[in-house]
């Protein structure tokens, strides 16, 4: 029996892990002059990222929560390039008055700060016979093999740091920031998604801002 609790032991924390979240806020800031309460109508919504289609999701999946917050919202994809690079993108000056033109008192960016790749091994588990059968042959047959070997693996770990900013767009001073961090997204909408919730949630916290409706 010792044997089989340990072969579940192991298991259950290994399904534990495995069920933990994948994405959390590590850290995040509130400016001391912000004043709850205080009253925006339109936010304009950038993500920094080089890769296109993580950017558009991004910007979609934030403002999609933005409005559901009652706010007006301008995506960045829908006012500059999606293919702009450090080398041809907008003076910042000209992407500041453009936005504060189209009317918006916030700006909301997200940014990857850093990306960490890890390879480990996973070993195999050993399935030691259970003695309570007996040890005859006749006793283990119909049940198992008297020993199973599960061969190991090696697996790559990928975990993102992201950091969300928000600025008042009158002022150009930062209100609020954010640090996430997530470990081995599933795919670009599952992230967006997940980090979507994260950073909504801690800016419902910091900010009092209301559930979306």
Excluded at 135 to 148: D, E, I, L, S
């Amino acid at each position: 029996m010792k044997n089989h609790r340990t072969a579940f032991a192991l298991l259950l924390s290994m399904a534990l892990a495995s069920c933990g979240p994948t994405q959390r806020v590590t850290s995040s800031w509130t400016s001391p002059a912000f004043r709850k309460g205080e009253r925006f109508q339109k936010v304009f919504i950038a993500s920094f990222a080089s890769n296109q289609r993580v950017r558009l999701s991004l910007e979609d999946d934030m403002a999609a929560a933005a409005a559901a917050k009652g706010l007006a919202v301008v995506k960045g994809h829908d006012v500059f390039p999606s293919t702009f690079t450090k080398d041809n993108a907008p003076d910042k000056e000209v992407m500041l008055a453009k936005i504060r033109e189209l009317g918006c008192d916030l700006i909301f960016t997200t940014a990857l700060m850093e990306r960490r790749s890890e390879t480990r091994y996973v070993p195999g588990m050993m399935y030691a016979p259970f003695p309570g059968y007996g040890y005859r042959f006749r006793g283990y047959y119909g049940y198992w093999w008297p020993m199973m070997y599960d061969p190991g693996y090696y697996t790559t770990d990928r975990t993102y740091s992201m950091e969300g900013n928000l600025f008042d767009a009158r002022t150009d001073e930062l209100i609020w920031s954010v640090q996430t961090e997530s470990y081995n997204p599933e795919s670009i909408e599952r992230f967006s998604k997940g980090l979507t919730e994260v950073m909504m949630g801690q800016a419902m916290k910091d900010l009092g801002m209301a559930p979306p409706r």
